[in-house]
């Protein structure tokens, strides 16, 4: 298999996004890559810019986010096996293109993503971040379902 350095891992803490992980894992032991796990969100407590002003968000949706966007990030890392080097990323935006704005930044050759598994139609009407980064990223792209 070709080496690949570097492979980039999108997760929201769903069943999918674990499935990526674990596919992650089998490529990077058989081309040894660094694995960039990553959890976008649309915003989290840090979006506001003053600490001492009252937020545009209300507590109920900004003060889970940091705690969220830890579990997820540390339940992928605990899927990863020692000896693989992975480093763990947030990031606060649209999903699709921080994703792809990531990949671009780190030289990730490879995306792997959790599919949601949507049908035809509510994948039309909900839209698909699988999808989308599919279309959008600069390399492989490859969709666990």
Request: proline residues 5%; hydrophobic residues 40%.
């Amino acid at each position: 298999m070709e080496k690949l350095s570097r492979i980039l891992v999108p997760v929201d803490g769903s069943p999918g996004s674990d499935k990526a992980v674990d596919m992650a894992v089998e490529l990077s032991e058989s081309c040894g890559s660094v694995l960039d796990i990553l959890y976008v969100s649309y915003f989290d407590s840090d979006t506001d810019e003053v600490e001492d002003t009252d937020s545009w968000l209300p507590e109920i949706v900004s003060a889970p986010a940091g705690g969220r966007i830890r579990e997820v990030l540390e339940r992928a890392r605990k899927r990863i096996p020692e000896g693989i080097e992975v480093e763990l990323h947030k990031r606060t935006g649209n999903p699709v293109r921080r994703i792809v704005e990531f990949s671009k930044e780190h030289g990730d050759e490879t995306i792997v993503v959790g599919g949601r598994g949507l049908d035809a139609l509510r994948g039309f009407l909900l839209g698909s971040v699988s999808q989308e980064v599919m279309e959008s990223a600069p390399g492989a792209v490859i969709v666990v379902k």
